[in-house]
């Protein structure tokens, strides 16, 4: 093993590396200094990257650059992020949320998330990605800020500006697999993978078989790496269902074991995990020394598309029968599946989550994945087109006591899409665009590939370009509007909501068989209860629930007529504090 260095005049120098044990090597060199690019040699012959590399400006194919990692001048020295039942959380594309779809453009961008009612931005995905252009679910250099999108120090500053504006951010990242282009680990540590579990990418990373403690660690400093080096405030761990680990202690438990012992102390370090399963064992109190604060909670939202949109395809399925009792548990509950069998599935799914806080669950009406893997990655405005339906939807997704979060550009009801791109080399470009259209081809608009609702060509750059946020959008009338109204929504949320979160007992949960009205009532510890009552059909409904205490929020505020009426407008949603005894 070498290390060779680029003198800047475009010749190699090549530095031999000190076997240290254990397929280790070393070198310590005044030969290296910030700026230089260098590369590992493999048997004299095969040059790669570092895969800790902190930035590779050349694409994932080419040389690492070596960082100081002191380099920058870090004003929030006094910052404390926001206990995590304040959290309002905006996920946001770097590539296409500004004009710009770089970290600089972001930074740009914050004052109009100050506004809003913002306090958590998360990043997808950043880790360096093959090519210019991407959802950043394929990257390969987890250490490495994408280049496309700046440098570490642009990272750094937008970290830094958002500290100073009172925004905590987190990121995104992908612990489950590497993508299909750019990964060069299995060329010199094959022992990295495992062939004992399998995924929807291939082989399994290894966390539990023979040489698995460096790989552990691995990610472990990865999760470090983050919160400390660039002042993160939290991460979000994709896809934890396709994390396979036998070993006693499972790495996402030792990940937030390191993490708070490490990088929390005095911090409020949020972790959120994306996990199919419905696994309520990672999931405790926030700030919990061994647990995830939340997960994002796809429950809420599979039934809330359902209702509004009628779908009933893929996992929709397992939602269609009496959506609005399903609803009104995940609200009251955390998950619809809590062990029950799922038809879509085809097995039990979930375990039982009603013990835990409504912080457990961040809940959504969109995010990348619910728009972007739809074959055209329409946004739910254009899907839905009653816009009184979809004011009643925000009004229960911004006023639940459960961390309600955004996807870019649903504030003003963004007209773009948010369809699958990538940049892969031309062989692999032309499997994911022919394995992209044959995805859908069972759907009969798609039969034709003349069709002008075609699939878009994920490969080309148009498709991304298609996705970038039209900012004139906010202050035109239709699109003004709305943004009024998140805006409004997110000021009662933290007026009237958020005090009330940590003193949260249980949620129960009322619902009628027939009709679609339902109630959910959060106990509080000193008495009080928070009542949703809602109607979310075009049908009138009896009215469920009590409609006692003082009102903080209708979309029809003639509630009190409702009582003597026993009867809820279409597409109603009511919000009211019954105030008890014990606390005065």
């Known amino acids: 093993m070498d290390l060779t260095l680029d003198d800047g005049r475009g010749v190699a120098q090549i530095v031999p590396m000190t076997p240290c044990g254990d397929g280790f090597y070393e070198i310590v060199t005044d030969q290296a200094r910030a700026g230089s690019l260098y590369r590992y040699r493999i048997d004299d012959e095969n040059e790669v990257p570092d895969p800790a590399s902190r930035f590779n400006p050349q694409d994932v194919h080419g040389p690492s650059q070596v960082v100081d990692p002191t380099d920058f001048d870090w004003t929030d020295r006094d910052w404390h992020s926001r206990p995590w039942h304040e959290a309002v959380i905006y996920e946001l594309h770097v590539g296409t949320f500004s004009p710009e779809g770089t970290f600089a453009g972001v930074q740009a961008k914050l004052d109009h998330l100050v506004e809003l009612g913002v306090t958590v931005i998360e990043l997808m995905p950043i880790a360096d990605f093959p090519g210019k252009r991407g959802w950043g679910y394929d990257g390969v250099l987890l250490f490495a800020p994408e ?16 500290h100073a504006r009172g925004i905590a951010v987190m990121l995104d990242v992908v612990y489950n697999h590497f993508g299909p282009e750019g990964n060069y680990l299995g060329m010199y540590a094959s022992q990295f993978f495992t062939e004992r579990h399998h995924t929807p990418w291939g082989a ?17 400093h990865n999760t470090l790496y983050w919160l400390e080096e660039f002042h993160l405030d939290g991460l979000r761990f994709d896809a934890v269902h396709a994390i396979i680990d036998d070993s006693r202690k499972h790495i996402m438990t030792e990940i937030a074991e390191t993490a708070r012992a490490c990088a929390g102390g005095d911090r409020n370090i949020y972790l959120v995990l994306e996990n199919g399963a419905n696994q309520a064992r990672f999931l405790g ?73 409504p912080t457990a669950f961040v809940i959504f009406l969109q995010n990348h994945d619910q728009i972007g893997n739809r074959a055209l990655g329409e946004r ?205």
Request: net charge negative; hydrophobic share 40%; with cysteine.
């Open 147 to 162: 280049s496309a999108y700046g440098t570490p120090n642009d990272l750094k500053s937008l970290v830094n500006a958002a």
């Open 204 to 220: 399994a990373i290894n966390f539990d078989g023979s040489h698995s403690r460096p790989v552990r660690d691995f990610y472990i």
């Open 285 to 357: 109190s926030p700030g919990r020394s061994n647990k995830f604060d939340a997960q994002w909670d796809d429950d809420v939202h599979h039934c809330l598309h359902t209702i509004l949109t009628g779908e009933k395809d893929g996992y929709y399925a397992d939602y269609v029968e009496q959506p609005h009792a399903k609803l009104c548990r995940s609200l009251a509950e955390g998950f619809v599946y809590q062990g029950e069998h799922s038809p879509f599935e085809n097995h039990a799914r979930g375990e039982p989550s009603a013990h835990l806080p």
């Open 380 to 584: 739910l405005g254009h899907i839905v087109k009653n816009n009184e339906a979809l004011r009643a939807a925000a009004a229960v997704l911004l006023l639940a006591p459960a961390p309600p979060m955004l996807f870019m550009g649903e504030e003003w009801n963004a007209p773009q899409p948010f369809p699958y791109f990538c940049d892969f080399e031309q062989e692999l470009a032309t499997k994911v665009r022919e394995g992209r259209r044959r995805e859908f081809k069972h759907f009969e608009r798609f039969r034709d590939p003349a069709h002008p609702d075609s699939i878009p060509d994920p490969t080309i750059a148009s498709t991304m370009q298609s996705a970038r946020l039209d900012w004139s959008r906010t202050t035109v009338a239709g699109h003004e509007d709305w943004l009024d109204l998140y805006r409004r929504l997110l000021m009662i949320r933290q007026r009237e909501i958020m005090p009330l979160i940590p003193d949260i007992r249980f949620g129960a949960c009322s619902k009628l068989e027939a009709g679609a009205a339902f109630a959910v009532d959060w106990a509080l510890s000193e008495g009080s209860v928070l009542h949703l009552i809602a109607n979310l059909a075009d049908e009138p409904a009896r009215l469920v629930g009590r409609t006692a205490g003082r009102l903080i929020y209708a979309t029809h505020p003639n509630i009190r007529q409702t009582v003597t009426k026993n009867e809820l407008a279409p597409w109603s949603v009511t919000w009211l504090l019954e105030r008890g005894t014990l606390g005065g």
